[in-house]
């Protein structure tokens, strides 16, 4: 292998900086970085930007320091979710992206957003950092410092003629793995009795020592009302990220990590559950409050209410162990069970609960030190 090329040189700053996690998604132009990068960090393949969005801010919340790889075309798929959770909860990230649509472009869609993305980057408010030659690489290291010591995303936009004439190896094609798949199960959803509000006292009881991630909106305030600790952070927007702000921190924490989810959100983001199968973590435990509405808007129709049914979903995903709760003691006894799914079948019904009287940033700081003195 060639030890000069400038695939080579990012390892070497993402491992002076500490990175131990590499949240990434392919391009065409950096397939050698990306072969490298699975070689050297622990590499946590995604099926969507906003989805390692959720995924690296729970690897941080646990004490993990993450990277994201991407395509510059993924950023305008997670600017809500840098603003809403990064930039308001201060929460450091780290991106390279791969830009496109700028030097030698062939594919006219790629050319609109590329051009356009340092301007978006400046209205945001983001910091971003622009690689236009392999001299410019060495920049990559202040951009990561700058991340983790001001809790703040920031992008680096990597020109593909950073990596022209590299003499990096590019990896062969992986063929398809043989295999015979099949959900053998029987799913049944009856009448439901319980409210979610219910649940979570359910839940609440039952939890001491572990970590419970709250969903944005009333099941966060329902939690804080019911028992507020520092181990629940709540979350208040970005809605659809919370299960993936779980998996993020099962990968890095002994604890056992609970997630109060809902269907409206999984709906939003089912990569969540792509996620939770293929990384397998068995200290996750995802609790999905199902009552065919977004509560925390009116409580309008969700599909669940007809025809999606969210535990053939988490298995169709990947994640073997499910299970049904109609009851408090049916989800009692799945919780007690480390169930990584639990499909709670709920009425749809608000409790009154005040605002959570917390900023973002002071659920952060107070959990992560929680983690940090526990």
């Known amino acids: 292998m060639n030890t000069h090329t400038p695939e080579i040189k990012v390892i070497e700053i993402l491992k002076g900086n500490g990175i131990d996690f590499a949240a990434t998604l392919p391009c065409d132009r950096i397939k050698a970085l990306l072969q490298l990068i699975s070689q050297n960090l622990r590499t946590i393949p995604l099926t969507r930007e906003e989805n390692g969005v959720g995924i690296c801010t729970g690897l941080y919340l646990g004490g993990g320091k993450p990277v994201m790889i991407i395509q510059s075309t993924g950023v305008g798929n997670m600017l809500n979710a840098l603003l809403s959770l990064n930039l308001t909860y201060g929460l450091p990230l780290p991106i390279l992206a791969s830009w496109r649509g700028v030097y030698k472009e062939t594919i006219e869609a790629q050319r609109q957003f590329g051009k356009k993305l340092p301007s978006i980057m400046k209205a945001s408010g983001i910091e971003f950092t622009i690689i236009n030659s392999r001299v410019e690489l060495q920049n990559i290291d202040p951009a990561i410092k700058d991340s983790f010591e001001n809790t703040r995303p920031h992008i680096v936009l990597i020109s593909p003629v950073v990596w022209e004439g590299s003499l990096c190896d590019v990896p062969e094609p992986v063929e398809i793995t043989s295999r015979i798949s099949g959900l053998d199960v029987r799913s049944e959803i009856r009448k439901p009795i319980m ?98 509405a977004y509560g925390s808007t009116g409580n309008q129709e969700t599909a669940t209410s007809r025809q999606i049914d969210l535990e053939l979903l988490a298995r169709a995903s990947g994640i073997q162990k499910t299970i049904k709760a109609h009851s408090k003691d049916e989800l009692k006894k799945a919780i007690l069970e480390k169930v990584t799914f639990i499909h709670v079948i709920a009425r749809p019904y608000n409790m009154k609960c005040r605002e959570i009287p917390l900023l973002a940033k002071e659920i952060k700081e107070r959990f992560m030190k929680a983690i940090e003195n526990t």
Request: charged share 20%.
């Open 195 to 292: 409210t979610r509000y219910e649940a979570i006292e359910v839940i609440a009881s039952l939890i001491d020592d572990d970590i419970i991630i709250a969903n944005l909106g009333i099941p966060a305030k329902e939690l804080y009302e019911i028992r507020d600790r520092e181990l629940n952070f709540y979350m208040t927007g970005s809605m659809g990220l919370v299960s993936s702000i779980g998996l993020g921190l099962a990968m890095v924490q002994k604890r056992h990590v609970y997630v109060i989810d809902g269907d409206g959100s999984l709906l939003m983001n089912p990569n969540a559950l792509i996620g939770i199968g293929t990384l397998d973590q068995d200290n996750l435990t995802v609790i999905a409050i199902d009552n065919a």
